[in-house]
């Protein structure tokens, strides 16, 4: 084994172990909390992928900006720690053997019907300038759209969280 | 330095563990002289003497302290969510300790020599936030818990700036890469980016004011980010007792510690890196006059901890000077004074190199 | 728009000037001492542990009825007519036996009020400021000089002294009641002249 | 958009570093903004009031001094001339011109608690122990003069305990020339810093009339614009003589009555004291200081209201005698207290930073509030 496959297993193990506390996980800060550790974990992927600058935006964007918003509105939830979530004990038998098909069916025809190619890894190159290139020449009007969407987004939200503090003074 | 130390042991997981452990090497030492810095440059400024007792001048103080801590009761209050609680120390000690791979120490030595390393510093400082949120939330105290939050919003807000000035100088000098900035500002002082960058033109004069205001902005958005007083909202003493830490102790409250001196020099050493060259001496090598190639990287060192240290006392200058901000200004000056400002800079520094 | 730039220079410009004093500090040589190596010669007036000299202790118990937190406690034991206590340095003739004289150090608000009345200046505010203690009972000072036989002896004697003087004053009274009573009966015109002198009461062993 | 929230409850108190001492303020709070302050006192009650009833006058005062403790030489001040009033004591002109000395250096050592832990409460570390340095002068002045460095004893009825020392004069003039440079570095230092400015104008504005409703007095009085200073207004002791003005708010870096205003008015009134320190040093006279003590003190059957300008506002004593060597009933109109009442209609509408500012911008002493 090497250092390699160490860590690719770590990662795994972090997001597979985490990603299933997210789920069952009652409590959920904990849930939030272990949000974290998953895309930790896909972050660490990405990185032996050799999509360096992927990771690097799955770390700022998920886990600097979208986790801690998560968290933000989470921590300022209502009692949050006596909030009762229901993790499906109701028709728990019917869904297992529901997915249980369905998991099956997927795993048959991914492991019998695909061609797998097998091949030595790339050595990893930078991403950085041919992403740029590629989002300001081929993509450069969806790249354009979903910045003005964002903005609109901020705005409005924005707007919708502004409040008056007047009535507050007196 | 992975690759020699991977031929000299043998194997390439003894020495990815080996140099994955080197910044701890520099981080220990660097805090116990930052604690004791802070200390003693706090009592200076008020006309004391500060600790005096341990070693001459109190220069052991803090690896008593050291010892002290790991002696202490581990006090976890009962209504405290254990296992965040006990996670959430380390987890910032990570998210400080993760900007050491990308910080180029020598020219030899780098953790990472990632092509991309100036936005992995950006979004690795992201990681401390959410140990501070773990840690504020699992402390199940509501000062924790504002301190928490507004760290969270602190440091979410002030990396745009930071993420501004360090765009602008990625225009100027074209790499993400911290270790071929600083070879970029290679041999004399004056090809450092404060001074407009290595080549001789109109342009890098007109630069200078425009690096001057850029490395304003980036030093006061970096205090903001390790929290650093006028920006130490997340801790404010005086409102928030001891803001996300008032419920640890020992040596979980020393991770903390650890941790927040550790930022301090990264994003010390980041800023001296992007304007004042890095490791780069500022008068040439002596290794290179002497004809003695092996010195250099000694030299660098040197030179990297120097200007790193620097920055660091100037921290703590600054903060046994300036009153606290509150917190509502502290992002007016963030979102109505340091982005636009940062914004005005970038177009003009653009502008500039475009000529 | 003219007040935004004015902020930010503003700002930047008494920070620096802060800075600029702070940093002139850095070379002022500090005020602090090193305090259990150094220390601060205390002015004469200091007040701090109190000190009864008990050479000059007359035991008038002036002092712990001017303590407002009564700290002080005094007893004191008459001397035997024959027995000689000297006299203090100011010339005051002693005639107690001071036979307790403590000061709960601890319950002490240190405000001087003891020291005034005493007429002797025997009891004082000296300049040792570091008695701390691990037991609060170290800190209830005991400066009587005699020991807690002497001062029973002492009681004892006084008592007997005491128990005897009213033995002979009773068998007075009694010898005079006789006396009156031959004299009442001998003259009954004459009245008891001498009546005044034997109600004079014992004095009080305690003040 | 209604969307429901919940106040939240926090006690700042009675352990935390800026409530100067053991006081609990319960808020309300919404997000961070203040809806609802509430003190509550009482952590260090010893009685005070009830004990004097128990001591002889002369006892009393070593319990005044134990109120305000920063300012117990003021504490003393009242107290003894309160009960000279009530007795008719004349005291000779060396103890009044002596009195004066001792409450003006008090009122610039108290004041100089109040600004550097004012500087504390924002964050500002280094002014504060500037202060306490020159603090220091000062108490070594009065420990030379008592003996005492903090409860000093030193004011008896009908006179002092000790006269002044040889080299007091001395020291207090150098202390004057030493200290006026240092309130311009103050300055320098934390009055004019703009993050200084910035939290601490127009925040807690305290409205003139809102502030005699309230019955405030003192340099919190004066921040709001109102020109109302014992010293002047209702005189005692020999304070007519000498030539000083009552600095008042005037809302220089915001609004009038704000925390800017009354950090503002201390610092200036320690310049005034200085001007009255000076008078009074070039006009002390000699004599003897104790030809007006009593022997015995045992006022008339009657009451006595004596109200000084301590350096945090109005301390009055109301002291009845029933002609015995014990004080009947002893009041005391404690001017922290009063002007503690006033919190919840300042922080109202402010954030938790803002409330940590208005606290300190009141000088609250609690020795004297729970008393």
């Given at each position: ?5 160490i860590?690719?297993?770590?990662f ?9 506390i ?32 992927i ?45 249980g ?70 | ?15 990815a563990?080996?140099?994955?452990m ?16 802070e ?30 801590l790991?002696q ?25 300790y ?57 440091i ?35 090809n ?34 390790v ?10 003493e005086?409102?928030?007792v ?65 200007k ?30 340091l ?17 | ?32 001492i ?33 303590c407002?937190?009564?700290?002080i ?88 002294f ?32 001498d ?13 | ?21 053991v ?72 103890v ?5 000395i ?5 009122r610039?050592?108290?004041?100089m ?45 009908g ?12 020291l207090?003039?150098e ?33 003139a ?113 029933d002609?015995?060597?014990?004080p ?11 002007n ?8 109202r ?23």
């Open positions: 084994m090497e250092l390699y496959d860590i690719f297993y770590l795994a193990a972090i997001t597979l172990l985490s990603a299933f997210v789920v069952t996980s009652k409590n959920i800060v904990h849930s939030a909390f272990n949000l974290l550790f998953t895309f930790f974990g896909v972050t660490g992927i990405y990185v032996l992928l050799g999509a360096d600058f990771a690097v935006v799955q770390l700022l964007v998920y886990i600097g900006g979208i986790l801690i918003l998560l968290l933000f509105g989470v921590m300022l939830t209502n009692r949050i720690t006596s909030v009762d979530i229901r993790t499906g004990t109701v028709h728990i038998i019917p869904a297992v053997i529901g997915i098909i369905l998991w099956g069916a997927l795993t048959a025809i991914i492991a019998f019907k695909t061609n797998w190619i097998v091949k030595p890894a790339d050595s990893m190159e930078p991403t950085t300038v041919g992403l740029g290139n590629l989002l300001l020449t081929d993509y450069v009007l969806v790249f354009e759209l979903l910045g003005i969407l964002l903005l609109i987004a901020l705005i409005g939200a924005a707007s919708i969280a502004r409040r008056e503090f007047e009535e507050l003074k007196d | 330095m992975y690759n020699f130390l991977t031929e000299l042991t043998g194997n390439e997981i003894i020495a563990f080996i140099s994955a080197l910044p701890v090497v520099f981080i220990v030492p660097f805090v116990i002289f930052g604690v004791l810095a200390r003693k440059v706090s009592a200076h400024i008020q006309d004391r003497l500060g600790p005096m007792r341990v070693g001459y001048h109190g220069v052991l103080q803090t690896v008593a302290d050291f010892f002290k790991i202490k009761e581990d006090i976890i209050a009962e209504g405290a969510d254990r296992k965040f609680f006990n996670l959430a120390p380390y987890l910032v000690f990570v998210g400080s993760a900007v050491y791979a990308a910080l180029p120490f020598t020219s030899t030595y780098i953790g990472s020599e990632t092509d991309i390393g100036l936005f992995y510093i950006i979004a690795v400082s992201g990681f401390a936030v959410a140990g501070i949120l773990m840690g504020g939330w699992a402390s199940n105290n509501k000062y924790s818990l504002y301190g928490a939050l507004r760290s969270a919003a602190q979410v807000s002030y990396e745009i700036p930071t993420a501004l000035v360090i765009l602008s100088m990625v225009m100027l000098t074209g790499t993400l890469s911290l270790a071929t900035m600083s070879e970029m500002q290679t041999a004399y002082f004056w450092w980016n404060i001074f407009g960058g290595a080549e001789w033109a109109f342009t890098k004069l007109l630069l200078i004011p425009f690096m001057f205001i850029a490395f304003i902005i980036l030093y006061i958005s970096t205090l903001a980010e929290n650093r007083l006028p920006f130490d909202m997340p801790e404010a005086s409102e928030l001891a803001g996300y830490s008032t419920e640890y102790s020992g040596m979980k409250f020393a991770m903390f510690f650890l941790a927040e001196y550790g930022n301090m020099f990264a994003v010390s050493a980041l800023v001296s890196v992007i304007f004042f060259g890095g490791y780069q001496s500022p008068f040439g090598y002596l290794g290179n006059s002497l004809g003695l190639q092996w010195l250099i990287p000694y030299e660098q060192l040197f030179w990297f901890a120097l790193g240290i620097l920055f660091v006392l100037v921290q703590m200058w600054l903060r046994w000077t300036l009153p606290r901000v509150r917190v509502d200004q502290l992002m007016t000056i963030c979102w109505k004074y982005i636009p400002y940062s914004f005005a800079n970038l177009i003009i520094i653009g502008l500039i190199t475009l000529l | 728009m003219k007040q935004y730039f004015k902020n930010t220079w503003e700002g930047l410009w008494t920070v620096f000037v802060g800075m600029k004093i702070t940093f002139k500090h850095l070379f002022v040589p500090s005020v602090t090193q305090y259990p190596d150094v220390k601060v010669p205390l002015p004469e007036r200091v007040r701090n542990r109190l000190y009864v000299n008990m050479d000059d202790c007359i035991g008038c118990d002036q002092c712990a009825r001017a407002p937190v009564e700290c406690e005094i007893e004191t034991v008459k001397s035997m007519p024959e027995e000689d206590l000297g006299k203090t340095s100011n010339g005051k003739k002693k005639a107690l036996w001071v036979t307790k004289f403590n000061i709960d150090i601890a319950k002490c608000c240190y405000c001087q009020l003891c020291v005034f009345p005493c007429p002797t200046e025997c009891i004082y505010m000296t300049d040792v400021y570091e008695f701390s203690e691990f037991k609060r009972e170290d800190l209830l000072y005991k400066f009587s000089t005699l020991s807690g036989e002497e001062t029973l002896q002492k009681k004892e004697n006084f008592e007997k005491q128990a005897e003087k009213e033995a002979q004053k009773a068998a007075e009274i009694k010898a005079k009641a006789e006396a009156a009573a031959k004299a009442k009966a001998e003259s009954e015109s004459k009245p008891n002249s009546e005044t002198k034997q109600s004079e009461p014992p004095k009080q062993e305690n003040s | 958009m209604a969307l429901r929230t919940e106040e939240l409850i926090l006690n700042v108190g009675p352990q935390h570093p800026s409530t100067h001492g006081l609990r303020l319960e808020v309300e709070l919404e997000g961070e903004l203040v809806v609802k302050v509430k003190p509550h006192i009482g952590y260090l009650h010893r009685c005070f009031e009830k004990h004097a009833e128990a001591m002889t006058y002369p006892q009393v005062i070593p319990y005044t001094d134990r109120m305000d403790y920063l300012a117990s030489m003021y504490n003393n001040f009242g107290y003894v001339i309160a009960v000279e009033k009530l007795m008719g004591i004349e005291v000779p002109e060396r009044e011109y002596i009195r004066v001792m409450g003006e250096l008090q610039i050592a108290s004041h608690v109040a600004l550097g832990t004012y500087g504390l409460d924002l964050g500002a570390f280094t002014p504060f122990l500037y202060l306490f340095r020159d603090r220091e002068k000062i108490l070594t002045m009065f420990e030379m003069t008592c003996g005492a460095r903090l409860l000093y004893n030193y004011m008896w009825v006179g002092l305990s000790h006269d002044l020392h040889p080299d007091f004069v001395r207090a003039r202390f004057i020339q030493y200290f006026r440079p240092n309130i311009v570095e103050l300055n320098n230092l934390l009055t004019y810093n703009k993050i200084f400015i910035e939290r601490t104008a127009h925040i807690g504005i305290l409205p009339d809102t502030a005699i409703n309230y019955g405030i007095t003192g340099p919190m009085l004066r921040a709001s614009g109102v020109n109302w200073d014992l010293r002047k207004n209702d005189t005692y002791s020999i304070y007519n003589r000498f030539d000083f003005d009552i600095p008042v708010g005037q809302g220089h870096m915001g609004t009038v009555g704000d925390c800017w205003d009354r950090y503002y008015v201390r610092v200036l009134e320690m310049e005034q004291s200085m001007r009255i320190l000076e008078q009074a040093l070039d006009q002390l006279p000699e004599g003897d200081i104790n030809s007006a003590l009593p022997k015995r003190i045992k006022p008339p059957v009657g009451t006595v209201y004596q109200r000084v300008e301590n350096p945090k506002g109005e301390l009055g004593y109301f002291i009845i005698s002609g015995s060597l014990n009947f009933r002893v009041k005391v109109r404690g001017p922290s207290f009063v503690l009442s006033v919190i919840n209609e300042l922080s509408g402010h954030l938790i930073a803002d409330l940590i500012a208005i606290l300190g911008s009141i000088d609250i002493v609690l020795g004297e509030i729970d008393r």
